[in-house]
């Protein structure tokens, strides 16, 4: 009989969203009156920005005619939309990425994940602690950990705690590790690296030979000027740092689907018989065996972000919810609740009240006042007593949660 992967039985549970989602759905069948505020996972609810529609319509026009029609893409993604990214995201801030090294995708969560196929089994691996699931659940599947312990954490994994003492900052681990997740601003804390922080991990990468793998889905939320949106702008990065970007959050794209990951060419390791080798041609070679590229409409699409209306479009909606994540802190603040994040980043971050664990929380926010929100336990052991609100709603249902929120904490 065949074999199956015995890592995936290593895994905590079912996947932190379909969990939530799997008990909101029985809440909402043993409830069917109720008015259920979605605050958990971090999908956008606003419409397209008008210039990415009208860019998208045009490039269904295209597919229309014979002479426009496009079959499949270079799988890396099309030059107009990889020399926009190199130019505005990275050019224009002062960092050297080249067109080349910017590799299109459908989302940052599969490139988090894929990019292990480019990586021995023996790497030592560091992540914060509360993090982005995805991170820990792709390392378990690809065999890097052993069992979990009872509080989540896996044998193997190296993790950085990031509480409330340390500013959700971690240090800097003391025993050199080989791959490094950083994600900021962060998912699920709202915490942001100062320019020094990230010169502190890229001068202990290089001086390791160690690779930071650098999430940077939230970057277009950081409103203080001080803080760097790419690792690439800290000197040295390109050699020790890859960094995933994405149009889920800033553009609108979670349904659409865009992203995209920067390898720069100066990244190199080694084999197993201890040559230097250059990741960049291996993660083209990845990228192209198992990928097709993302379509020619949405590409177009993705491109329109860049345009002048774009950007303008982009950051009215960006200022949009980061108008509701102030109401969110402030309406919390206001009853007594312990709040961070939700400056620099969509998220709310907050301490649970009393001794309430993350997930008793969680049933009492859905029960009571019919809000959902995310536990933090469900990001690590270390976000246990801490709970997450996403600023991604209406203004109305933003609103509405907070006199909930209010009226919950009352009683
Ligand atoms: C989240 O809620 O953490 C994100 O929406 C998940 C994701 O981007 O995959």
């Not at 500013?167 to 601003?185: H, K, N, Q, S, W």
Request: charged share 20%; with cysteine.
């Amino acid at each position: 009989m065949f074999q199956v992967n015995d890592n995936f039985l290593k895994l905590k549970a079912g996947y932190l969203f379909p969990e939530i989602a799997r008990r909101v759905t029985a809440f909402t069948q043993a409830h069917p009156e109720a008015n259920v505020i979605r605050l958990g996972i971090g999908d956008v609810t606003e419409p397209l920005p008008a210039a990415v529609i009208e860019a998208m319509h045009k490039a269904v026009d295209e597919m229309a005619g014979r002479s426009t029609f496009r079959g499949y893409g270079p799988e890396q993604g099309y030059d107009f939309l990889r020399n926009a990214i190199a130019q505005y995201d990275f050019q224009a801030r002062g960092c050297y990425v080249a067109a080349d090294e910017i590799f299109v995708s459908d989302g940052s969560k599969c490139d988090t994940g894929n990019i292990l196929d480019i990586f021995g089994a023996k790497n030592s691996v560091a992540m914060q602690d509360p993090v982005y699931p995805v991170y820990v659940d792709t390392n378990v599947m690809a065999g890097h950990t052993g069992p979990a312990d009872e509080s989540g954490r896996y044998q193997g994994l190296t993790y950085l705690p990031c509480t409330a003492e340390n500013g959700f900052t971690p240090a800097i681990p003391e025993r050199p590790v080989d791959l490094i997740y950083l994600c900021y601003p962060n998912n699920p804390t709202g915490a942001v690296a100062s320019r020094e922080t990230l010169t502190g991990w890229v001068n202990y990468a290089r001086a390791n030979g160690s690779l930071i793998l650098f999430d940077a889905a939230y970057e277009a939320f950081i409103t203080d000027p001080a803080i760097p949106h790419s690792i690439y702008e800290i000197p040295g990065a390109r050699e020790c740092a890859i960094e995933f970007r994405s149009f889920s959050k800033n553009a609108g794209f979670t349904g659409t689907r865009c992203a995209f990951t920067v390898v720069p060419k100066d990244v190199v390791g080694r084999t197993s018989s201890g040559d230097r080798q250059a990741i960049h041609p291996l993660w083209n070679r990845r990228h192209c065996t198992k990928f097709n590229g993302v379509s020619y409409i949405v590409q177009r699409g993705a491109e329109a972000v860049y345009s002048e209306a774009g950007q303008q479009q982009t950051r009215e909606l960006i200022q949009f919810y980061m108008k509701n994540a102030e109401l969110l802190r402030q309406g919390l603040s206001a009853v007594g609740i312990e709040v961070f994040g939700g400056v620099n980043a969509p998220y709310i971050w907050l301490k649970t009240p009393g001794e309430a664990t993350s997930w008793e929380f969680f049933d009492r926010l859905l029960n009571q006042a019919h809000l959902v929100g995310t536990p933090g336990s469900g990001f690590g052991a270390s976000g246990e007593g801490y709970f997450r609100l996403s600023a991604f709603n209406s203004r109305e249902k933003v609103e509405e949660a907070v006199v909930r929120f209010q009226a919950l904490m009352g009683t």
